[in-house]
């Protein structure tokens, strides 16, 4: 569905002082990130603190983003649980807003479906959803893998557009070697970002890409130019900058990251802790901050 | 908080043909589960399929059931989440139905929070609860765990009471070794239910207790009675049975040996799906049923 | 084959000065073993640091320790490796030394043998033994798995007499149900120690035992008296010093606090380096020295 | 040391019908591996069961190899034990042939030193050898990880010229990125071939390259020319034939194919088992043979 779209940003929800919404904030990292590179957004996805959004919360984040954007780049908005018949009431709902490309519906987390179990939940809810899916399968959140296999025959559904894939190489490679160019392919692993391409996948939807839209995009040109060299140093000297930003739970060091470069994004909702000033001291001295 | 109750069972939900909570069979169910030995109840666990479950046929579901019990038994509530605000409201709402005497909570899932942010999430919640709090502790559903100093550092709060421990026998130990004698240490793997009571703790919260409780009843009470032999033997030829009930999506498995022993509890809310009849096969033969 | 031998030490082999094996030392640590409730040994064991003790150095002490012990309880001697063909050839040797019981065979570490080649690695040695074989299954050290199906199958040959077994609860239990009881079932855990007793194996191959021979001993004591309170009680506060001692290689910790106490055992060979003193000290704390 | 050796195999080691070292197939299969690619060997790796032959047997077969690869390409000889001094011994030993460029040293596996005790062992034997030293880290088999500061600082060693890194590609590019450009840095997964490359690494350490050293040469040579696309493809469409050929304990899967092709390299020595007529048909059918 997706072309030409290889850095991806997964952004975080500011926060104003009594934690809602920020809405100025979102406005100016969106510009930031638009201008570092990114080529597309998910909104409302883990790193958006979607779980401490309620649902009216969630609808008028989507809402608000999507002018913003304003139909400069392609946007994929969160829209799964662990309950199929809530996901497709959400989806339905999400998807009067204009401007939203795809819906990334998430593996279920914590009660922990087998197979089958995510077929009929991935097939009930393509039948019932006026956008198209993109799968996001992250053990390591949800607990259970959606196996390659899995992900190849949904990949068959026509509302099932893409997969936003966060497990070993292996398994990203045999996606893409055995599914239809239409059908999008991202790693969710920042460390993966350069090797996803090479293999054949569309890029990575990143958290990163924060803060190193610059970098990802020249690596990604890099290597389109034919110069891998230089890409795979990019690579491997972001990677332990990517691996810091989930030293703690995740978003609270992207957003004290950004806070730190004056984009203002706030603290994180419970059960999510700010960064402390020792924490802060630790992160930002391994990104150089 | 309780004293000489060993065998708790997490209850199934029963649904009807139409997948809505069937009442009259939870009835049924309850009366088999106090008569084989349950001396005492989680409703609205993972076991009892709640996140499908809409909050308000949770209350309805928890109001059903303290009047089913009526006392004879105490009962806790599910009521966690990954997201503290909503946990605090629908806390306060479960509060206002007579007979719940504690709220279990989770540990939050699919957002992974660190142990500060575990720490401030149970404290925000035990502030603001009206009933005193049992942490459910399970890492392999909710893909972080919480360590057992943490345990231990909660117990210290007045309205925490308990913990649901699903981790390694060390853990369960060193949490029964540092906390006091009137904070609930309930293991909740089945396969640990002698082994958490050899060493201190309680006993366990289970899910083999709908099929097995003369058994593990049985168990419980030869190892008072000093026979550890026997009680070993109970427990080593339990364990693979034990075993069976979870190697489909939890509750499929005791949901269909239930049906075929004539509970009628019927079928499971997606994204789990029933079990089919090769499976039904696989597991009734694990069974002997 | 052995009976009322729940309690057995894996010993450590002293070393002097010069790194020579130190047979004064062993004496007097044998001596210790016995007293204080050691009814077996296995020498040239792991613990033993039988990787860095040439092949005549490892017949000299099963010769010298078959010498100490003397027959009062049953010695089982190291004599495994990697290579099928080189295992037969030294068991050969050892047999010739009177006084062993048993010869322990490890599962084949580095090359990792699947479940096929470990039967036939067995089978091959139990057909070429004049002594009865103890298999050793560790996956943690040695990388692969015997899953338990594997042992009880080996357990029907008539030259394979038991097992030391280093892996879950499950698998002892599984084992102990499914094989006769003329076969020796043994936990190489000390965490498992009590739990081992408990659903019906023999006991444990310890090396806490070293220290904590006496509480082991009162452990498996007031289990046998129907006081299983008090045994839980021992485990669960001994479980933290049984892990301290693998909190480096082992047996660098055990060895440090018999010399701590006057032991003189020495230090230990290549690759395993003893103890430096900011390691001492935080081992010491932990086992209250 | 190496430069532009991308493309390195761990050779086999052909056995005949008695299960003796097969000199002749040897170099017929050397030959084959040179045509198709292979830019230099490990030979007496894991690979080449090296558990199972003798000293003499080892020294013989690098003599032997030596001679036949006469100088053409790099040569690296497996020279490690889980036993410091008798590694010393050895690698003096093998010394004394000519032709041989580097020793290769695993990380002791089965004793389980610490990074400390690693430490020690490498430089004992970095000081005590003729020969530069390649450093094996392969924890699936050891059961420990040197951990990549400790790669890092044991590169700075004079003697110690490289390693064959078996585990993720965070550490991989961490010791590329922190060495210098003459420490030779191989992973030692096939499925890493392709990445390895790009993030700067030398290559790989192959066991694939005995059957697709044309299409991993074709793979490194369209990246080289700045064709990334064709090489990640080459890539994604062999890694589940590399994956096959450890789906059986290695090298009984690279040994059986190679038969099949006419090579005639016999079967494994004990405890490795050479496949059954069942497990030849799933591996030719995954390798489309």
């Given at each position: 569905?997706?072309t030409d779209?290889?850095?991806?940003?997964?952004?975080?929800?500011p926060?104003?002082?009594?934690?809602?919404?920020?809405?100025?904030?979102?406005?100016?990292l969106?510009?930031?990130?638009?201008?570092?590179?990114s080529k597309?957004?998910?909104?409302?996805?883990t790193t958006?603190?979607?779980?401490?959004?309620?649902?009216n919360e969630?609808l008028?984040?989507y809402?608000n983003?999507?002018?913003i954007?304003?139909?400069?780049?392609?946007?994929i908005?969160g829209?799964?649980s662990n309950?199929?018949?809530?996901?497709?009431?959400?989806?339905?709902k999400?998807a009067k807003?204009q401007?939203?490309?795809m819906a990334?519906?998430v593996?279920?987390?914590?009660?922990?479906?087998?197979?089958r179990g995510m077929i009929?939940h991935?097939?009930a809810?393509?039948?019932n959803?006026?956008?198209?899916?993109?799968?996001?399968?992250?053990p390591?959140r949800?607990?259970?893998?959606?196996e390659?296999?899995?992900?190849?025959k949904?990949s068959?559904?026509?509302n099932?557009?893409?997969?936003?894939?966060?497990?070993?190489?292996?398994?990203?490679?045999?996606?893409v070697?055995?599914?239809?160019?239409?059908?999008?392919?991202?790693s969710?692993?920042?460390?993966?970002?350069?090797f996803?391409?090479?293999i054949?996948?569309?890029g990575?939807?990143?958290?990163?890409?924060h803060l190193?839209?610059?970098e990802?995009t020249e690596m990604y040109?890099?290597?389109?130019?034919?110069?891998?060299k230089?890409a795979g140093?990019?690579?491997r000297?972001?990677?332990?900058?990517?691996?810091a930003?989930?030293m703690?739970?995740?978003p609270s060091?992207?957003?004290?990251?950004?806070?730190?470069?004056?984009?203002?994004v706030?603290?994180c909702?419970?059960?999510?802790?700010?960064l402390n000033?020792a924490e802060k001291?630790?992160?930002?001295?391994?990104?150089n901050?």
């Open positions: 569905m997706f779209v290889d850095l991806m940003t997964a952004i975080i929800t926060f104003d002082e009594e934690l809602k919404i920020d809405y100025k904030a979102l406005k100016k969106t510009e930031h990130l638009l201008a570092t590179g597309g957004f998910v909104i409302g996805g958006g603190e979607t779980p401490t959004l309620t649902e969630k008028d984040l809402r983003f999507t002018e954007v304003d139909g400069r780049v392609p946007i908005a829209a799964g309950n199929t018949a809530q996901t497709i009431d959400f989806i339905n999400l807003i401007g939203i490309d990334l519906v593996v279920p987390y914590y009660n922990k479906p087998n197979q009929a991935f097939e809810i393509a039948k959803s006026p956008l198209p899916i993109m799968i996001y399968n992250i390591g949800t607990g259970v893998l959606m390659k296999e899995t992900v190849v949904l068959q559904n026509n099932i557009s893409g997969v936003k894939q966060c497990n070993t190489m292996e398994d990203l490679e045999y996606i070697e055995h599914t239809t160019d239409d059908f999008n392919v991202y969710g692993e920042d460390a993966q970002a350069l996803a391409k090479v054949g996948a569309n990575v939807i990143s958290v990163a890409s190193y839209g610059d990802m040109q890099k290597l389109d130019a034919g110069d891998y230089t140093k990019i690579q000297q972001l990677t332990p900058k990517m691996a930003l989930f703690y739970s995740s060091p992207v957003k004290a990251a950004l806070n730190k470069l004056g984009y203002k706030g603290g909702r419970l059960p999510i802790v700010s000033e001291a630790v992160l930002f001295e391994k990104l901050l």
